[in-house]
C-alpha cells in the first residue's frame, strides 16, 4: 500500500519553465514532508521540507506548496535549468516517531535546454 | 564528516551466491535504513534499526534477506541465496534522533546485479 502517491512518473521542461511535481497522503499524523533530489549515479539528497503549520515553504527557486485539508503537496521549481534534471522523491514521515520516511515512487525531471 | 559510506559500490555475481552489502552510518547517527531502487518499484524500505535494534523489516521480501547491525557504526544486508530478480541499487541511510525532524542521509548505494 502506497503511503504517499507522486505523480507525474516522468516530466519534460523547456529552460526557464516550471516544473510542478505533485504528492497526495491519507495518513493525517504526518507532520514532516520532505523532497530529496536524486542525480544518476547518486544516492538521494534532501533538497528541501515542509511541516504541516505553514501552506508555503520557499528555498532559492524551490517551493513546496502544502494544502492540509486535501492531503496534498507539491514542489515548483522556477526558471528550471539543465542542471535541475533528476528523479524527485516526496515522502512524509510522523515526528521522529521511528523516522520512518515513506516516499513516493520518484519523478525523472528533464530540463531541455 | 564522510557520510554514509557503502562497499561494495558494485558488485556483480551468479544466482545462487551469497552477497552481502556493508553500511557505515555517519557518526552519532542512531537510526539506519536500508533501502532498495528499481525502475519498477521505485524506492523501497527493506528494514530499519534504532540504536541497533530492527524495528521493522516488513519490507524484507524474503527469507532470503537478513540484515544485522552488530554496532553502532555498522550494518550488512545478506541475501542468500541470490536471484536476479534482487537486482537493483540498495541504499543505506542513517539519520539521528533526538529531534523532531530529521533528514536522512543516503549512502551512494550499491548497484547489485546477479546473472
Known amino acids: 500500500q502506497q503511503q504517499v502517491k507522486q505523480s507525474p512518473q516522468s516530466l519534460i521542461v523547456q529552460k526557464g519553465g516550471i516544473s510542478i511535481i505533485n504528492c497526495a497522503y491519507e495518513?493525517?499524523?504526518?507532520?514532516?514532508f520532505p523532497w530529496y533530489q536524486q542525480f544518476p549515479g547518486k544516492g538521494p539528497a534532501l533538497l528541501i521540507a515542509?511541516?504541516?503549520?505553514?501552506s508555503e515553504k520557499k528555498e532559492g527557486r524551490f517551493t513546496i506548496s502544502f494544502n492540509k485539508s486535501a492531503k496534498q503537496f507539491s514542489l515548483h521549481i522556477m526558471d528550471s535549468q539543465p542542471g535541475d534534471s533528476a528523479t524527485y522523491f516526496c515522502?512524509?514521515?510522523?515526528?521522529?516517531?521511528?523516522?520512518?520516511?515513506?516516499f513516493g515512487t520518484g519523478t525523472s525531471l528533464t530540463v531541455i535546454p | 564528516d564522510a557520510g554514509v559510506i557503502q562497499s561494495p559500490r558494485h558488485e556483480v555475481t551468479e544466482m545462487g551466491q551469497e552477497v552481502t552489502l556493508r553500511c557505515k552510518p555517519i557518526?552519532?547517527?542512531?537510526?539506519l535504513f536500508w533501502y532498495r531502487q528499481t525502475m519498477m518499484r521505485g524506492l523501497e524500505l527493506l528494514i530499519y534499526?534504532?540504536?541497533?535494534?530492527?524495528?521493522?523489516d516488513s519490507g524484507m521480501p524474503e527469507d532470503r534477506f537478513s540484515a544485522k547491525m552488530p554496532n553502532a557504526s555498522f550494518s550488512t544486508l545478506k541475501i542468500q541465496p541470490s536471484e536476479p530478480r534482487d537486482s537493483a541499487v540498495y541504499f543505506c541511510?542513517?539519520?539521528?534522533?533526538?529531534?523532531?525532524?530529521?533528514?536522512?542521509?543516503f549512502g551512494p548505494g550499491t548497484r547489485l546485479t546477479v546473472l
Open positions: 557518526s552519532g547517527h542512531n537510526s
Open positions: 541511510a542513517s539519520t539521528s534522533n533526538g529531534r523532531t525532524y530529521n533528514e536522512q542521509f
Open positions: 534499526f534504532n540504536n541497533n535494534v530492527p524495528i521493522d
Open positions: 515522502a512524509a514521515s510522523i515526528g521522529n516517531t521511528g523516522n520512518q520516511f515513506y
Open positions: 495518513n493525517t499524523a504526518f507532520d514532516y
Open positions: 515542509i511541516r504541516p503549520d505553514v
